[in-house]
């Protein structure tokens, strides 16, 4: 387990829209991109290992901006096929804001970074007291049924509060802007609260036009 001195002041960044990475929680990624190949070489050089996982935003404009949170991950699974992709495993380790962006020879993105007010991140695992599973579930195959969505309901059902919700809020087919504010909800309950809300709209109509 990595403590807060083992956090590095800059990380190599990597915006991509949809893509949740929680704490304690894993991404498989495919990297194909010549830039962001250069980002994995240069990041198994490092101590720490980290690549800080970002959500790009459009500004008004059509531009393209970064989220001010994002979460950094740990490269612990690494392998390479016969055409030069990296198949990657991405270990949540802490939340993490932007200070500022970089300037610099690298082909992608480093931001100075900071890692006050995430602390909670790099303790064990989270429990929600208040969460009521057998109700969760029940909602959780309404959505599953009209979705047209199958899955393992008994490892669901022994899965570990923050494993269970966790794993969802990363898995289900969420808009980028929805996996944000799971991404920046402060606790567990309040993540749990924020992924019933959004199934909730779902389930009433506001599916297409918030879930694809």
């Known amino acids: 387990m990595m403590k807060k001195g083992d956090l590095p002041e800059i990380l190599p960044l990597f915006p991509l829209p949809g893509a949740l990475l929680?704490?304690?929680?894993?991404?498989?990624?495919?990297?194909?991109?010549?830039?962001?190949?250069?980002m994995i070489e240069d990041c198994m050089k490092t101590k720490s290992r980290?690549?800080?996982m970002i959500q790009p935003i459009k500004?008004?404009?059509?531009?393209?901006?970064?989220?001010?949170i994002g979460c950094a991950g740990r490269?612990?699974?690494?392998?390479e096929t016969e055409d030069g992709r990296y198949m990657i495993t991405l270990s949540g380790i802490s939340r993490?804001?932007?200070?500022?962006?970089?300037?610099?020879?690298?082909?992608?993105?480093?931001?100075?970074?900071?890692?006050?007010?995430?602390?909670?991140?790099?303790?064990?695992?989270?429990?929600?007291?208040g969460f009521d599973r057998d109700e969760f579930l029940d909602l959780?195959?309404?959505?599953?049924?009209?979705?047209?969505?199958?899955?393992?309901?008994?490892?669901?059902?022994?899965?570990?509060?923050?494993l269970l919700i966790n794993s969802?809020?990363?898995?289900?087919p969420l808009e980028p802007e929805d996996k944000?504010?799971?991404l920046e909800a402060p606790c567990l309950a309040t993540r749990r609260e924020t992924l019933v809300t959004l199934i909730e709209y779902a389930l009433h109509g506001g599916g297409e036009e918030r879930l694809q």
């Open 96 to 129: 993490y804001r932007i200070v500022k962006q970089i300037e610099g020879f690298t082909p992608y993105i480093r931001a100075e970074v900071s890692w006050a007010g995430f602390e909670r991140d790099l303790g064990a695992a989270e429990h929600d007291n």
């Open 50 to 52: 980290l690549i800080g």
């Open 59 to 68: 500004g008004p404009e059509g531009q393209n901006h970064l989220n001010a």
């Open 75 to 79: 490269l612990t699974g690494f392998s």
């Open 168 to 172: 969802l809020g990363m898995l289900l």
């Open 180 to 182: 944000q504010a799971l």
């Open 22 to 38: 929680l704490p304690r929680a894993r991404l498989p990624l495919h990297i194909f991109e010549p830039r962001y190949l250069q």
């Open 140 to 162: 959780l195959a309404k959505f599953f049924h009209a979705q047209g969505l199958d899955t393992d309901w008994e490892t669901l059902k022994d899965a570990d509060d923050e």
